[in-house]
């Protein structure tokens, strides 16, 4: 017979909530692939796995899959549930590290809070499968000694024969490579052979003054006014000038306090937290009841949200 442990991993990877009933829920949030400088690393996308002790209450979920792995009925897979999980909880009791294969490992800490730590070592994430950890070759550290390279000056006579050379040679190389390729500028009038003369002086420029008519700019003034509310959906920010108004719907950002498969369950944590302050709302998308704390549109407004939930000791995940 399969033990939850065994059973777990393969929840964890169709699903992003799986609650052992009178343990806690692990819920899950993918993450970008990203590049570690400072350890010389690149990750693939991987599953994070949060662990929240307040969700205990049984959803059905892994129940279900006990039963269907090990062809027992619903009331027997309750039960080899309940005896695992009394092992799990009295090994931490004792001050001993619990660990679960390609999960992670649990303990208490100098307060008696309990901890859980992901195990790295294996990517929940289907997506990724095949993808490993790269391992930088770093860059060269060592320094390279330059020596200075003396520059012996021309004497002042020589100079002045280096300046006549260049003056008359670069002329000479721009017409030879321009005139043939382009156009007869010559025979246009464009140019002279004179201008081959570094020696020739030029004569003054002269100009003429013009007058220009420009027409009149009017000034424009618009004011904009902009409202920001906290519920996108019933009052979306407002753009408006002299002339005309625009509506923008601004993005909603969620405090996510519990993720069940069953709506009643999701009604009795809503229940609870609203005895503590809190407005909760029930998500329901994907077959799954989210229970949010409150919602906004700033980082700033759902950030206060997260830190009284935080001074409660309730652990929230931001669906954006």
């Known amino acids: 017979?399969?033990?939850?442990?065994?059973?777990?991993?393969?929840?964890?990877?169709?699903?992003?909530c799986v609650v052992i009933p009178s343990?806690?829920?692990?819920?899950?949030k993918q993450?970008?692939?990203?590049?570690?400088?400072?350890l010389g690393l690149a990750l693939p996308p991987f599953k994070e796995i949060a662990f929240n002790i307040q969700l205990k209450d049984n959803d059905g979920l892994l129940a279900n899959r006990f039963s269907l792995v090990n062809n027992v009925r619903y009331s027997e897979s309750i039960h080899a549930i309940e005896q695992e999980v009394n092992e799990w909880n009295k090994t931490i009791t004792l001050g001993k590290t619990l660990k679960i294969s390609k999960i992670g490992q649990f303990w208490k800490d100098s307060e008696g809070n309990i901890q859980f730590e992901q195990d790295r070592s294996f990517n929940l994430l289907l997506s990724a499968y095949g993808l490993e950890v790269i391992h930088f070759v770093p860059a060269s550290t060592e320094k390279v000694i330059t020596t200075p390279l003396e520059i012996q000056r021309p004497h002042k006579s020589a100079v002045w024969k280096y300046a006549a050379a260049a003056a008359i040679a670069l002329p000479i190389a721009f017409y030879s490579i321009w005139i043939p390729v382009k156009t007869p500028a010559i025979q246009s009038g464009m140019f002279s052979y004179q201008d081959f003369n570094p020696f020739k002086t030029q004569g003054a420029s002269s100009y003429v003054e013009a007058t220009v008519n420009l027409p009149h700019i009017e000034d424009v003034s618009i004011e904009s006014t902009y409202t920001d509310a906290y519920d996108a959906h019933t009052n979306p920010v407002v753009l408006t000038n002299d002339q005309s108004t625009f509506t923008?719907?601004?993005?909603?950002?969620?405090?996510?306090?519990?993720?069940f498969s069953s709506e009643q369950n999701a009604n009795r944590l809503s229940q609870k937290l609203n005895l503590l302050g809190f407005s909760c709302t029930i998500l329901h998308e994907g077959g799954l009841y989210k229970v949010s704390l409150g919602q906004g549109i700033s980082d700033q407004a759902i950030n206060n949200i997260h830190l009284k939930a935080k001074s409660l000791n309730i652990d929230t995940w931001i669906l954006k």
């Open 1 to 16: 017979m399969k033990c939850i442990a065994e059973i777990l991993p393969d929840l964890l990877q169709s699903n992003e």
């Open 23 to 28: 343990f806690g829920g692990f819920i899950i």
């Open 31 to 38: 993450k970008s692939a990203r590049i570690d400088f400072e």
């Open 248 to 259: 923008v719907e601004a993005h909603t950002m969620y405090c996510i306090a519990g993720c």
